[in-house]
């Protein structure tokens, strides 16, 4: 099936095409139009059927048990180019400043290209620009292509169709980008366009730290019940009797911190309530810590 | 999930927690000498409370199938009256030969006064004395940023520590990286009140390091929770860490740091020459 300008039917969808033309070419474009990508695709419910869901548990299950390590990304890449009758493929992670793809694991990459595949800016290449635009991109054949989707280099390969997936977490976090490709000319259906899309997000969900989305799912309610217990503690000491200590003093002054945009709060909180004398004390008054610094005598 | 209780008060605790342990997957628990909750009125008190560590609770902890090891010393809650500490210090290498002693902790400062800046230089040179790993006490609440502070710069000014061979205990968000930086491994202890909870722990481990650092409960007759570790290890199985990277700061971990004493060995281990 080709991701072409024309509207696609399920009927279209559903043809596999042999071959495809030299030099042919195809990003799926985001947006309107008749093209759809992959994902968009399944959210139309034109593919309704992720292929492989014991693929993608077996891969899960790897790196929940091994973490994503390279030993198991490799393992991982085998397992996918296995799936789609693949000869070479690569992993690649997006890095901390979301600038460059590094790879992390390559099955068929000759050494006489492995430095221009360790490293590739986002937007450059066909990892590059699946990464940059989070949708796949595929070329036919990779010896005959000169649109400059792919860079010369990928020529090296000996590859014909191949196509790069971003890997995307909740859909557009991008941790990463994963190819594959075939020694023959070949264009990748939107039902394996889907699957390398489904085994991205499976991927990336343990190629970086929680999101925002599962940070809060899996805390919010309980944090909130106990902000909640702060705030009935000052209401409790407001109501009461007679006169507060340096404590509530010290409490209400390291709330501020709460306050602050880096995440670091809870370090600055702990610090304020912190005694910030550095010379040990003449001798200990007892053996208690009441939580937050009397002060100096 | 198997895990090792680096720093657990078990003379404080009942068989049902040892049991509750071993079928959690802990595989040894290690107890440092600890204040008894009263200042114990003289050093006799001491050498019957290091013959319960090397001798009676071993035995305990062995009916549960759990290897048992401890360290020695005069906790800084005791460390004010330096007589007092001299005294429970030249009993100390006596025990230093029992089969399962690790070294001398939990040594430190309590209320960073300077009598117990003192008994720590004490403690500090019968372990490079003798050769022994070191566990250091951090103060509690407002006292442990300065306590922290001074611990790291004494330990750092004697060129014969080795600081791969001291933890420095009970960190929190604003004392471990002074711990971490400085070369030491660090603990990070699970209270229910006091110091971290296991989210706060992994915040530290995720922001920090995972490598020489060591998850403990500390458990002793006060709020605390024998099996906070498993828990923190079950925390980090929600947050999406592999079982790969639990066992290693639950079990590898304590495990890489207290198989520098030759008396530390689980089932499996290979022999330390030496």
Same mark, same amino acid.
């Given at each position: 099936m080709l991701l072409t300008e024309a509207p696609i039917t399920q009927e279209k969808m559903a043809t596999k095409l042999a071959g495809c033309a030299p030099g042919v070419w195809r990003i799926a474009k985001?947006?309107?139009?008749?093209n759809m990508t992959a994902p968009s695709l399944l959210s139309a419910g034109l593919?309704?059927? +992720? %292929?492989d869901p014991q693929l993608l548990k077996t891969i899960d299950g790897v790196l929940r048990k091994e973490g994503a390590t390279d030993e198991a990304l490799l393992r991982i890449l085998q397992l996918v180019l296995s799936r789609f009758d693949c000869a070479t493929g690569t992993i690649h992670q997006l890095d901390q400043s979301g600038v460059w793809l590094e790879l992390r694991a390559q099955v068929g990459i000759p050494p006489v290209i492995m430095d221009k595949v360790a490293r590739i800016p986002v937007g450059k290449g066909m990892a590059g620009i699946a990464a940059e635009r989070k949708e796949p991109v595929q070329v036919c054949n990779l010896q005959t292509d000169?649109?400059?989707?792919?860079? %010369?280099?990928?020529k090296e390969t000996h590859m014909a169709g191949s196509i790069a997936a971003p890997i995307l977490v909740e859909k557009t976090i991008l941790r990463g980008a994963l190819g594959v490709a075939k020694p023959v000319p070949y264009e990748f259906t939107a039902d394996e366009q889907a699957l390398l899309m489904e085994i991205g997000a499976t991927i990336g969900r343990h190629l970086g730290g929680a999101t925002k989305q599962a940070v809060l799912d899996q805390y919010f309610v309980g944090v909130r019940a106990k902000l909640i217990e702060v705030a009935a503690f000052l209401d409790r000491v407001d109501r009461a009797e007679g006169e507060g200590d340096y404590r509530i003093a010290a409490f209400r002054e390291a709330l501020?911190?709460?306050?602050?945009?880096? %995440? *670091?709060r809870a370090r600055n909180i702990l610090l304020a309530l912190s005694?910030?004398?550095?010379a040990p004390v003449?001798?200990?008054?007892?053996?208690? *810590?009441?939580?937050?610094w009397p002060g100096e005598d | 999930m198997r895990y090792i209780? &680096? =720093?657990? =008060?078990?003379?404080?605790?009942?068989t049902d927690d040892y049991a509750a342990m071993v079928t959690a997957g802990c595989e040894a628990v290690c107890e440092p000498a600890f204040w008894a909750g009263f200042d114990r009125s003289s050093a006799k008190g001491f050498h019957d409370y290091f013959s319960q560590l090397t001798d009676y609770e071993p035995q305990r902890a062995a009916k549960f199938g759990l290897p048992h090891f401890c360290w020695l010393c005069i906790n800084p809650k005791e460390s004010e009256d330096v007589a007092l500490a001299d005294e429970v210090l030249a009993m100390i290498p006596e025990f230093?030969?029992? &089969?399962n002693v690790l070294g001398i902790g939990e040594i430190g400062l309590n209320k960073n006064s300077r009598n117990e800046m003192t008994v720590l230089e004490k403690h500090v040179e019968l372990a490079v004395r003798h050769d022994q790993l070191i566990l250091v006490h951090t103060p509690h609440l407002e006292d442990k940023l300065k306590g922290t502070r001074l611990i790291v710069d004494l330990l750092k000014s004697?060129?014969? +520590?080795? &600081?791969?061979r001291v933890i420095i205990d009970h960190v929190e968000e604003h004392t471990a990286a002074l711990v971490l930086d400085a070369g030491f491994w660090a603990g990070i202890t699970l209270y229910p009140d006091s110091k971290c909870t296991p989210a706060r722990a992994i915040d530290i481990v995720e922001t920090h390091?995972?490598?020489r650092v060591w998850l403990n409960?500390?458990?002793?007759?006060? =709020?605390?929770? &024998?099996?906070a570790v498993p828990k923190t290890g079950r925390e980090m199985r929600k947050r999406g860490h592999s079982e790969a990277a639990i066992d290693r700061l639950l079990f590898q971990n304590p495990h890489r740091f207290l198989r520098?004493?030759?008396n530390f060995s689980l089932p499996g281990d290979v022999p330390v020459a030496g």
């Open positions: 985001r947006g309107g139009g008749g593919v309704s059927v +992720i %292929p000169d649109s400059g989707v792919a860079k %010369p280099a990928a501020k911190a709460l306050d602050g945009s880096e %995440p *670091a005694d910030p004398t550095t003449a001798a200990a008054k007892g053996k208690a *810590a009441s939580g937050a | 209780e &680096p =720093h657990a =008060h078990m003379v404080s605790r009942t230093l030969t029992r &089969p004697d060129r014969r +520590i080795r &600081p791969e390091s995972a490598n409960c500390a458990c002793d007759w006060g =709020h605390s929770d &024998p099996l520098q004493c030759p």
